[in-house]
């Protein structure tokens, strides 16, 4: 009997890897069911084992690796840590400290004829029983004076009071100033001693007074780094750039974006954007890419990113007038994770016990052993440094294997959000000025997205009040929106320039109106220009001129790149740009265009079609439950909706939109103002003529 994934998501939300408790009325939901894709586990012995998880693993899996659980023989749930999951590539720095007690200190102070005072401090200090991780000693000195510069000798003392010479003539300092510098860790060879002498030479007219620790440092990378190559969506060329639309699956967050061209000999700039479902639509890394053709070819292909959101990232590499690089392919570089966890008593090439993974329907475990491992770019010391290091013994920490992956048989292979998929009430389609037909595909999860054009945007109330989906029974159906799911650059035409009192004027004109727009992009043939401009337009009523903007229009020498302006998310009938020339020619503009912000709607809907209704300015926002689940809904993969082109409803009704609650409301208003008007009338006209004098 299938069970619906609510009730799953409900308990593993309440005790993440816990076992499901029965709930009254209901069966107990089992954890094994929620994956669709499984792999058999064998270790090398009984103890801790490592897993290291291929690219197959990762490209399944949620970015966390929430929707992956291993299981032994007797199927149950076995807590593991993740190392090296998707994040910072740093490693980890184990870090042995010692405190080391003073033996013994002097101080003296040499006259000297040319030069201040000398003074001489002498600290003998013990050394710990135990050998350095690394074979070495750092020798940290910890002054409490602010600024100084002190040379620095070190002797090694044996049992038997022989000397070893270990720091001739060193130096420790700290600088302050424009150019400030800090040398306080002396590196000292290997020595096996009971005693350190550490002598500091100072010319200051005050005692340097140092404390001392030993410190030594063990730098643990965690995990290797893989290449997972990515799909091209799309890829275009125009105004010298090449658009590359790039998918990403949910479990690859890159850490470098890998370039590789069949164009021998190049340099060019690249910046990457978090796009698609998800994404915030800003820049995640942006640098420069060259090669060099030689006999060996020199180069610089990779391009470091932040941790993406969305389901794409697009890539803009800027040309200028050279051509398109040659056969584009992309690879995220990523860091490999592996699992470590306790296979028990097992013997070496035994069968443990299951992987499985992937679906997008489990919650996060929380497993105690997360806690041996240290966060990235840590230092951690004592015995948690002992204890992680251990995690990186190959004598203690054995390799496990992954078999084939194959079908999960006891996956649920109903929709995850079957509990979501049911109509709401019914909707008047005479509301609505505008409508999309909709054709929703078969989904295996019953989640469906569209994403909201310019044109829609237009007909929309700027808080996207007045959308609906509705079936052919004018049935509406849930939603949730992602108000800030992508980015596109729309072309503007470019009027002018009309010039006046040395200023040049240019009406932009918006494909749609009104629009809301974050960014103009100007495009000119001019070399170099650093010019005062204003933007200036009319807001959505098409009443108030405003001023949206004013700074420099500039582009330093020899740069090729189109100059782009943040604009303040003001929603436009009009915009015009006004630039000051003084007594320099009009810039002419060769293109414009606007970067727009635009929704993606993600519907619940089984598969058939529909209506997206818009244009209905005096709705309310619609109120769904599917928002209180909104993290659940959008953890699973959507599927893309066709939609039919924008046209006016022709069941469109002014009668109807009149009978509607803001109509009635305004109607009511209007007719007792007008009422009162009467009255107030009636009563002044009766005055009038009481007051008027009877004539002679």
């Given at each position: 009997?299938k ?13 993440p ?14 954890l ?7 792999a ?5 012995g ?55 007690r ?18 001489r ?26 600024e ?16 070893t ?11 302050s ?37 030993l ?17 091209v969506?799309s ?47 800003a ?22 990113l ?44 035994e ?8 679906g997008?329907?489990?919650?996060a ?11 990235p ?36 292979g ?37 994403r ?31 108000r ?6 729309v072309p ?10 040395r ?13 809301r727009?974050?960014?103009l992009?100007?495009?000119?043939g ?9 933007l ?102 959507a ?53 008027t004098?009877?004539?002679?």
């Amino acid at each position: 009997m299938k069970r619906t994934w609510v009730a799953a998501v409900l308990v593993l939300a309440a005790a993440p890897g816990a076992r499901p408790a029965r709930a009254e009325g209901t069966q107990p939901v089992e954890l094994r069911r929620l994956f669709p894709q499984e792999a058999q586990v064998t270790v090398a012995g009984g103890g801790l084992s490592r897993l290291v998880l291929p690219p197959a693993i990762l490209t399944a899996c949620r970015p966390d690796l929430s929707d992956l659980r291993l299981f032994d023989a007797q199927e149950k749930e076995v807590p593991f840590l993740v190392d090296a999951g998707a994040g910072k590539p740093d490693g980890v720095e184990i870090t042995q400290r010692f405190e080391p007690r003073v033996l013994d200190a002097a101080r003296a102070e040499i006259r000297r004829q040319n030069g201040p005072p000398l003074r001489r401090e002498t600290l003998e200090i013990g050394l710990p029983a135990a050998s350095p991780q690394t074979g070495s000693w750092v020798l940290v000195v910890e002054p409490r004076q602010g600024e100084f510069v002190a040379r620095v000798n070190v002797e090694g003392i044996g049992a038997s009071g022989e000397k070893t010479g270990l720091v001739a003539d060193g130096s420790v300092f700290r600088l302050s100033g424009a150019r400030s510098a800090e040398k306080l860790r002396l590196p000292l060879p290997p020595f096996r001693g009971a005693r350190l002498r550490v002598v500091f030479e100072t010319e200051h007219p005050f005692w340097l007074e140092p404390g001392l620790r030993l410190e030594s440092a063990r730098a643990i990378e965690r995990g290797g780094q893989i290449d997972v190559p990515l799909e091209v969506l799309s890829s275009r060329g125009a105004e010298g750039r090449t658009v590359v639309d790039l998918a990403r699956a949910r479990g690859v967050v890159p850490d470098l974006l890998r370039i590789e061209t069949a164009t021998r000999t190049f340099d060019r700039r690249v910046q990457v954007r978090d796009d698609g479902p998800g994404g915030s639509g800003a820049v995640l890394g942006s640098g420069t890419i060259f090669r060099v053709e030689a006999l060996v070819p020199v180069g610089e292909q990779e391009v470091a990113l932040r941790a993406a959101r969305g389901d794409r990232l697009r890539v803009e590499i800027d040309d200028g007038d050279s051509p398109s690089l040659d056969h584009l392919a992309f690879a995220a570089v990523i860091r490999q994770p592996s699992l470590i966890f306790s296979a028990g008593a097992g013997r070496a090439n035994e069968s443990f016990g299951t992987l499985r993974f992937g679906g997008g329907r489990a919650h996060a475990p929380r497993y105690d052993l997360a806690g041996l491992l240290p966060p990235p770019a840590a230092t951690v010391t004592g015995k948690r440094a002992e204890a992680a290091a251990l995690l990186y013994e190959p004598a203690a920490v054995h390799a496990a294997r992954l078999g084939d992956t194959r079908p999960n048989p006891a996956y649920d292979g109903a929709p995850a959000l079957a509990f979501a998929m049911r109509p709401g009430a019914a909707v008047d389609r005479r509301l609505f000025s505008h409508l999309r037909s909709l054709t929703v595909p078969a989904t295996a999860e019953g989640l469906s997205r569209l994403r909201i054009g310019p044109a829609d945007l237009a007909v929309l109330s700027d808080d996207l009040s007045d959308l609906r989906v509705a079936d052919d029974d004018s049935r509406q159906w849930p939603y949730l929106i992602e108000r800030e799911a992508a980015t596109d650059l729309v072309p503007l035409e470019v009027d002018g320039p009309k010039s006046r009192d040395r200023t040049s004027r240019y009406t932009l004109r918006l494909p749609v109106s009104p629009m809301r727009i974050d960014r103009l992009i100007l495009d000119t043939g001019a070399g170099f220009f650093d010019r005062g401009f204003s933007l200036e337009g009319k807001t959505a009523d098409k009443k108030e001129e405003t001023d949206l903007l004013r700074g420099r229009l500039t582009r330093p020498v020899d740069d090729p790149r189109p100059v782009s302006v943040a604009v303040p998310p003001v929603r436009l009938a009009s915009i015009d740009l006004v630039v000051e020339d003084g007594d320099d020619a009009p810039l002419e503009f060769r293109s414009a265009q606007a970067r727009v912000v635009l929704p993606e709607v993600y519907l619940t809907a089984p598969e058939g079609r529909y209506a997206l209704l818009l244009g209905a300015p005096d709705e309310d926002p619609p109120r769904y439950e599917l928002e209180r689940v909104r993290e659940v809904v959008l953890a699973v993969k959507a599927a893309p909706i066709a939609a039919g082109p924008l046209e006016a409803n022709r069941d469109y009704s002014l009668h109807a939109r009149l009978k509607g609650q803001g109509y009635r409301q305004t109607a009511l208003l209007w007719t007792a103002l007008s009422a009162a008007v009467v009255v107030l009338v009636i009563m002044t006209l009766r005055l009038a003529r009481r007051e008027t004098p009877p004539a002679a």
